[in-house]
């Protein structure tokens, strides 16, 4: 009887002693985030550029599209592709295509995923003149963005993120006026973005807000925060740079301002009224501000690194996963 007791007693007090070790306050646990493959995206950029120079008007453009469109919708995304016309800056009328992958497509709140698929048809800052004629490749500037994103949407295929993603492959951002050119108005480019941003794939179409990946796979790309992004979403700017240093990626990720970049995330910030940033490779501190390939030849899979792809993909996967 006394034995039991003093079990009973001893028993009753490690219990208590328990509780009090329990924090007072309960802390949410981490979510679960799918792991980014930057091996997989690798591969969705290597069979982009396998199409050929992705330029408007062309057979591998069209054959790239079906490839893209394809893709989203076997990774489970409602996919929609918008057919757009428009005038390029030499009168050149473009047949383009905006595609449109949607996740959880009833969710009231969405994030806008966005990168361009189409390629320069000019190496207009080769160094060698010779090659101003030549398409651009576009292993990074056109394919990495888009590559990310399809492993994104592998992944949302897979596990069901709280919120909607519609990640959107704009066309016809490459067609610009090259610099000196008698007509630019600044405007030439973006095209598809522009069009989408006046026309939504859906009428009175919002997001909560948007990110453009450009140039995001480059060997020792640096990506400093974007002041067209800091001027219409400064907190978005905010939370996906602390992301990236959270996870490790501050030597990408860097905690300074960049230049003031016309890219599809303006039209989508001005004319859809959607905040969105853009994560671009651009050095303010370096002569040409974009790497070295930008818009030459040099822009192949050579010049593209996993660590790249893994340190822009695990940050938009980590965003994605942690909204409600
Ligand atoms: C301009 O050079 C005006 N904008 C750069 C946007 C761009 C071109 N991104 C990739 N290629
Ligand atoms: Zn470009």
Redesign the pocket.
Known sequence: MKLSLLLILVVFMSSCQQKSTQPAVITHPEVEVPAFSADSAYKFIETQVAFGPRIPNTKPHRACAEYLSATLQRYGAQVENQNFQARAFDGTLLNGVNIIGSFNPDAGKRILLFA?WDT?PWSDHDPDPANYDVPVTGAN?GASGVGVLLEVARLLGQHSPSVGIDIVFFDA??Y?APEGFRDND?HT??LGSQHWSRNPHQKGYKATYGILL??VGARGATFYKEQISEYYAPDIVRKVWSAAHKLGFQQYFIDQPGGS???DHLYVNKLAGIPSINI?QYNPNSEKGFGDY??TVNDTMENVDRGTLNAVGSTVMYIIYNEK
Do not use: K, L, N, S
Request: proline fraction near 0%.
């Open positions: 361009h320069r500037d951002e490459d610009g600044g480019w973006c450009d140039m970049i016309t890219d671009i930008w818009h």
